[in-house]
């Protein structure tokens, strides 16, 4: 079917935003060396899209370019990225109307519906919502084919919400292996780290993600990952001390992890595991950490055992 305009897009793409203003931009271009065409763009959704101009005209072998606003919604939308809203680009060879030589000013209400004009459907549009948002809700929902989707249309995985959390401190809480390579893959800062100091080395620790954090340390992460001590979190060597498995602590070991590692209080990676409870860890722990650290109240993990009544038995591995 001919065409009267080239549509540079194939898609209406919004970087949403809950609660924002987005935009879209259409460039049109008119295919007539000697005719100005007349343009009209409509939505299934005006309710929620304001076009400017939604009508006009594009002279002979000119561009134009029409701005389609969303106005700021208070919910995500109901599918993503794909949307059910549609825009529709008709088109049709201007004439004047009143005997002039002059087009109107104004593309007449009655232009596109009237039999004497041959309207031509030069573009059906779908609307695309990404955006850093919309990118994390993916992960959270483990969305696999939604993610590639929207990395496809150039929305960058580092960005972050409003804590500094990126969609890798989610994909790595979660313990999903393909969603956390996807990103690496994607070029996601691997060694981010949230408001609070915490990266997702940290957030796959304090979850027992054992996988995640083995795709992390082989991917470039951080084997300390340290900033949340500064803000009052323990570090991951101390978080895996009092895991139930001791797999994670032997990952960060047999990576070079520093077991001399402190606390606020001056704890070692042992004062928390024998606080725990974790003997299977503490024999774990016994051939490299430094039983004799004292923490800020010069207690040592010898002591802590001794006064700790369900460890009675750990005490003769010291």
């Given at each position: ?200 080395q940290w957030e796959a620790v304090c979850r027992g993600q054992v996988n995640v954090v083995e795709e ?103």
């Open positions: 079917m001919p065409h009267l305009v080239h549509v540079e897009q194939k898609e209406v793409i919004f970087k949403f935003e809950l609660g924002q203003k987005c935009k879209s931009l259409l460039h049109i271009r008119n295919l007539m060396h000697t005719m100005p065409v007349a343009f009209k763009l409509q939505t299934t959704s005006p309710h929620k899209f304001r076009v400017r101009p939604p009508n006009g005209y594009v002279q002979p072998l000119s561009e134009l370019t029409i701005d389609i606003i969303l106005k700021p919604q208070q919910e995500l939308p109901p599918s993503f990225p794909f949307s059910t809203e549609k825009f529709v680009l008709k088109t049709a060879l201007a004439h004047n109307t009143n005997g002039n030589s002059s087009l109107p000013e104004g593309l007449p209400d009655a232009w596109f519906s009237s039999p004497q004009t041959r309207v031509f459907i030069d573009a059906k549009l779908k609307v695309i919502y990404i955006g850093a948002s919309l990118l994390r809700h993916c992960v959270a929902r483990e969305d696999e084919h939604a993610l590639r989707e929207i990395f496809q249309r150039h929305t960058g995985p580092s960005i972050a919400d409003e804590d500094s959390r990126t969609a890798l401190h989610t994909a790595a809480s979660i313990g999903n292996c393909k969603l956390v390579n996807l990103l690496l893959e994607s070029g996601v800062e691997i060694n981010a780290a949230d408001a609070n100091g915490r990266m997702s992390l340390l082989k991917s470039g992460a951080h084997i300390e990952a340290n900033e949340a001590l500064k803000k009052g979190f323990a570090a991951p060597i101390h978080e895996a001390a009092t895991s139930t498995s001791t797999e994670l602590l032997e990952q960060l070991i047999g990576s070079g992890a520093d077991l001399e590692t402190e606390d606020q209080e001056g704890q070692t990676e042992v004062h928390f595991d024998i606080e725990s409870g974790r003997l299977k860890n503490l024999k774990v722990l016994q051939a490299e950490a430094n039983k004799s650290a004292q923490r800020g109240d010069g207690r040592t993990p010898l002591l802590i055992a001794d006064e700790n009544s369900s460890l009675e038995g750990s005490c003769c591995c010291y």
